[in-house]
């Protein structure tokens, strides 16, 4: 069964720093990794979407990056802005398996 | 060009009835998926449809139930509701197989 998980479960930083949030999953042998943004009692926004076969993506201010060897997924924020301040999900895509398994969640606050 | 549709957006219901949420994927994906997501135990996948047929069920007990119709809409229905099936419900759909996924803004189930 494919494990996700994202540490720390919160954070917050002053506006302007830049932003790293990690993922990590038990299985290598996934399809792709996307990472969403949710606020409040809202769904979920697709940030980024990395296929297997890429090592990172790339979306303004946004980079993520993919190491399956290791299991690992980093999601940085350049300049934060309060605006970011949401809950930002991890979650991938085993092959032959058409699910999400989510990791619960980085939530973040950017201090203006 | 119109995003993941669900209605409706928020639900009450008593402890014993049943409920039927709506999705309407983006035109031309064929897959739906359906997630629960509570403080707890963050987002689960409930079933994944395509073509009008179940591919994929996750770890629920059977009053939980879905179709889709040869539009690609979506049902899901929740039989015999308890307290504890209060959630966001989050539709997903995609255009092909782990192309990622677009998810609508939810249906917020409150059971008393």
């Known amino acids: 069964k494919q494990e996700v998980t994202q540490i720390p479960a919160a954070l917050s930083v002053p506006e302007g720093e830049n932003l790293v949030l990690n993922c990590s999953f038990t299985?290598?042998?996934?399809?792709?990794l996307q990472w969403f943004r949710q606020d409040p009692g809202k769904g979920l926004t697709s940030l980024l979407l990395?296929?297997?076969?890429?090592r990172e993506q790339t979306s303004g201010r946004l980079n993520a990056s993919l190491d399956k060897s290791s299991g690992r997924s980093t999601l940085y924020i350049a300049a934060s802005q309060p605006g970011d301040s949401a809950t930002y999900l991890c979650?991938?895509?085993?092959?032959?398996?058409?699910?999400?398994?989510f990791g619960k969640g980085n939530q973040v606050v950017v201090i203006p | 060009k119109a995003g993941v549709t669900q209605t409706p957006r928020y639900l009450i219901k008593t402890r014993g009835q049943q409920v039927t949420l709506s999705c309407s994927p983006i035109?031309?994906?064929?897959?739906v998926s359906w997630y629960q997501q509570t403080p707890g135990q963050g987002l689960q996948f409930l079933f994944e449809?395509?073509?009008?047929?179940?591919?994929n069920k996750g770890n629920f007990p059977g009053r939980f139930s879905g179709r889709q119709f040869s539009n690609s809409r979506s049902e899901m229905n929740v039989s015999t509701l308890e307290l504890g099936d209060s959630a966001l419900y989050l539709c997903?759909?995609?255009?092909?197989?782990?192309?990622?996924?677009?998810f609508g803004s939810g249906t917020r189930l409150t059971v008393v």
């Open positions: 035109s031309g994906h064929r897959s």
């Open positions: 299985d290598s042998a996934i399809y792709n």
């Open positions: 449809y395509f073509s009008e047929t179940q591919r």
């Open positions: 979650a991938v895509t085993l092959y032959g398996n058409n699910r999400l398994a």
């Open positions: 997903a759909s995609s255009r092909q197989d782990n192309y990622g996924y677009t």
């Open positions: 990395i296929q297997s076969s890429q």
